[in-house]
T-cell receptor
Framework: ETGVTQSPTHLIKTRGQQVTLRCSSQSGHNTVSWYQQALGQGPQFIFQYYREEENGRGNFPPRFSGLQFPNYSSELNVNALELDDSALYLC????????????FGEGSRLTVL | AQSVTQLDSQVPVFEEAPVELRCNYSSSVSVYLFWYVQYPNQGLQLLLKYLSGSTLVESINGFEAEFNKSQTSFHLRKPSVHISDTAEYFCAVSLTGGGNKLTFGTGTQLKVEL
C-alpha cells in the first residue's frame, strides 16, 4: 500500500462546471504532484507543490489550479470543465529532490458530459 | 523539452518466455530514467530507475533495464515472465536536477498467457 489516498474515486460533471479533487500524501512526504492520464495515454504532468508553493507546471491552462496545505495534503481544482478534461487524475507524493520515486494514489476518474 | 516513445502498445507473451519492452527517449540535456508498472486496479509503482552509476539496473522481481546513451534507449527485459507480470508498463524521464517532474511514455500493456 502506497499511503497516498485520493477522493473521490469517480465523479461525473457537465461542461462548464467546476471540480475539486483531493489527495492525502504519504506520511513524511513534502512534495505533491498531479498528473492527468487520458484513456490510452501515459500520465501528463500538471503541476507540483512543495511546501505549499507551486514548484513547476506542465502545459495546462490556468483553469487548472492547486493548493497544498500545511499537512502536505493537496487539492486540484479545474474550472470551466471541457469534454477533453475527462481523464484519470493521479496524485503522487514524494520527498523533495531527485529521488525519482513517486508514490501514486489510485486516481480520481473524472467524466465530463 | 524531453519526450519518451514506447513503440509497442501491447506485447503478448507466453509464461516463462523472455520479454523486452522498448523505450526510447529524446532530450537535449541529461536525464534520469524510470520504469513504472500499473497492475490492474492499482496505482502506478516504481519498478526501477537509473540515476547514475552502472547502466544496468535491476528490480526485485527479476526485471532489468539498461541505459544506452548512444541509442537513447532504456529497454526493459525479463528472461522469464510470470502470469503475475501482466500489467501496464510506463517508461518515464526527468531532467537531472528537475525535481521529480516526470515525462511518461504512452505505456505498453504486457499480457502474459499460459
Amino acid at each position: 500500500e502506497t499511503g497516498v489516498t485520493q477522493s473521490p474515486t469517480h465523479l461525473i460533471k457537465t461542461r462548464g462546471q467546476q471540480v475539486t479533487l483531493r489527495c492525502s500524501s504519504q506520511s513524511g512526504h513534502n512534495t505533491v504532484s498531479w498528473y492527468q492520464q487520458a484513456l490510452g495515454q501515459g500520465p501528463q504532468f500538471i503541476f507540483q507543490y512543495y511546501r505549499e508553493e507551486e514548484n513547476g507546471r506542465g502545459n495546462f491552462p490556468p483553469r487548472f489550479s492547486g493548493l497544498q496545505f500545511p499537512n502536505y495534503s493537496s487539492e486540484l481544482n479545474v474550472n470551466a470543465l471541457e469534454l477533453d478534461d475527462s481523464a484519470l487524475y493521479l496524485c503522487a507524493s514524494s520527498l523533495s529532490g531527485d529521488t525519482g520515486e513517486l508514490f501514486f494514489g489510485e486516481g480520481s476518474r473524472l467524466t465530463v458530459l | 523539452a524531453q519526450s519518451v516513445t514506447q513503440l509497442d502498445s501491447q506485447v503478448p507473451v507466453f509464461e516463462e518466455a523472455p520479454v523486452e519492452l522498448r523505450c526510447n527517449y529524446s532530450s537535449s540535456v541529461s536525464v534520469y530514467l524510470f520504469w513504472y508498472v500499473q497492475y490492474p486496479n492499482q496505482g502506478l509503482q516504481l519498478l526501477l530507475k537509473y540515476l547514475s552509476g552502472s547502466t544496468l539496473v535491476e528490480s526485485i522481481n527479476g526485471f532489468e533495464a539498461e541505459f544506452n546513451k548512444s541509442q537513447t534507449s532504456f529497454h526493459l527485459r525479463k528472461p522469464s515472465v510470470h502470469i503475475s507480470d501482466t500489467a501496464e508498463y510506463f517508461c518515464a524521464v526527468s531532467l537531472t536536477g528537475g525535481g521529480n517532474k516526470l515525462t511518461f511514455g504512452t505505456g505498453t500493456q504486457l499480457k502474459v498467457e499460459l
